[in-house]
């Protein structure tokens, strides 16, 4: 739940003005809020009837004006003020014993503040009023919003805490099971008494629910009668406080046993709307580490339109095939053994893949004829571009020039670059001593020394002096005169990616095929980057935005020149010598890879890490299976999640810069904010939407900046994915880097560095 709150007011109850009225009234508009001002116990009374202020500050100094306590009973007594927070000024006394503050919580006050009339002792107390008591209140005032939805649902809810003790139900569990409210709470209420195999039964629901999965399904309880009665039941945990399940949530739905049909066709349908928000679910769970909802509202609303589409599908009385198969496979469900059972589950989870209908090519043993005609009529198909399919741009590629011709071999490397790349196998790797060593060309030299340290011309079954004639082309289009986007930067995410893929847990997951696709990825993840972001592009109606309908507009131009560059010559096609088949999967991947780089999806690749990869691991760390490699294989190699894993490797890689060294975090944060100061003068110059104005060269606060994107994008990611591939050194530089920029902020400092002393 998004919640929006509105600007702050505050009432001020002062029988006269002095210096501590003006101090909180200058701090109300220091802090942006509505400041009223009351002289009486009676207007104060009509003022917040009329405005109902979020915190009312009333002078308790001074009992000869008006009873301070008794106004507070007044306003307390109003149904207004249930969500109000209320502070009592008291006197200062240093020679007299502190007094206590209970007569003033018994009145009604919230907290009392001690006078001080300094703006800033007052503008501090109504900030953390803000982000405390008030923000508080704010949110459980939304809570009566959520609970009236609850009430009024016809579906049965039931909340049970951890332990599965009943904490909450709504009327339609109270008339579906026939118990009054205060029958229930503080009891444990869920049977299965029919079924041959009750204690399996439960172990499957639980094992589901135990490691934060939704379980869905059929299940019988007993009412308050005796009867018994077969329920449609979703249960679904709540992960709370130390990111522990704490609360589990029921919604079930009755079954009409006198029709069959409409019993099967709605349990369909509420299993076809649980994958549905089973997805929207596991994108949203990351409320658990209060990032602002990781998927987008479109996203969101998209889910709800599918939901209501398919509630309208099933109700037609024409069914799809695959609607008949699922049927038949529930009413089968019912009367199996759970062996059988569970198999035909794991049948169902496959039909309801949105893949469902895609072919999966088979080994090269099988009939080619087939295989092509599957790959040539239900597929895409492998069409290998020729490079003059799109107008990018006005501006040419780059043909590589006779005087980059880099040496013929690893072996023949200048001394002077061998040395600075000696240790780039560590994190703490100088990537700018290798860009001053090759004249700002370090993509060449270390792609060669990385891509033979992975093996990626035995695997691609090409020739070395392919690789480099592919890395010169590569480096050529980066373009040099950007600040932070050329070839150094695409080096350093290469570096990073080599890094990240060296981990022992990365190495356990991902096969040869994702490790080529990582390391291809991160070479031309920025390929004829402009130095612009998608924002300028789409504002100034550039011809890529235009030809990617303003949507991933880089990521996608980065994606197809590199593949357009690759196999317009034979001299620098990789691919060339690949099969068909293990070339499409490559390439998809390095496709899934660049477009993961797109910012704006950021907090839902997170967020999907989180849910899918983290929360699994970590649930059968705690249920003590260590030791169970099965589990954990099971978790590290789906398909899903080598994708997902794949997606926040290069994410991780591209925006690392806040992990490195101190010295290279300072260097990459100053050409990153000149490329952006850059972009903000020339839409300046051209009379575009300035997207980001902060970036002004003029009165940008550089520490500012980079504490910001750490505390908004990076803190949650590297903490995501250090518990997930163990790297403690960056989580360190982090760290110190962090404190770095605090402590020029505090000291009010804009630039990159302190001044010299």
Known sequence: MRLHQNQLQVLLVFAKEDNQSNGFCWA?????????????????????????????????RHSRYFDAEALCRSIRTTKPSENTVIIGVVRRHADREESSILPLISAGFTRRYVENSNIMACYNELIQLEFGEVQAQFKLRACNSLFTALEKSQEAIEITSEDHVIQYVNPAFETMMGYQIGELIGKELTEVPINEKKADFLDTINSCIKIGKEWQGMYYAKKKNGDSIQQNVKILPVIGQGGKIRHYVSISRLCNDNNKAEKTCERVQAESQTDIQTGRHKDRRKGSLDVRSTTSRGSDGSSQRRHSSMARIHS?????PITKVINIINAAQESSPMPVAEALDRVLEILRTTELYSPQLGTKDEDP????LVGGLMTDGLRRLSGNEYILSAKQTHQVAGSLISPISLNDIPPQITQAMENEEHWDFDIFELEAATHKRPLVYLGLKIFARFGICEFLNCSESTLRSWLQVIEANYHSSNSYHNSTHSADVLHATAYFLSKERVKQTLDPIDEVAALIAATVHDVDHPGRTNSFLCNAGSELAILYNDTAVLESHHAALAFQLTTRDDKCNIFKNMERNEYRTLRQAIIDMVLATEMTKHFEHVNKFVNSIN??????EENGNNGDGESIKTVLTSPENRILIKRMLIKCADISNPCRPIEQCIEWAGRISEEYFAQTDEEKRQGLPVVMPVFDRNTCSIPKSQISFIDYFITDMFDAWDAFADLPNLMQHLDNNFKYWKGLDERKLRSLRPPPE
């Open 615 to 620: 929360k699994p691991l970590a649930a059968l």
């Open 369 to 372: 004829h087939t295989s092509d």
């Open 28 to 60: 109300c508009e220091k802090a942006g809020f509505r400041c009223n001002i009351a002289r009486t116990p009676e207007s104060a009374l009509e003022c917040f009837l009329d405005k109902h202020h979020d915190i009312i500050i009333i002078d308790h």
């Open 316 to 320: 037609m009385t024409i069914e799809a």
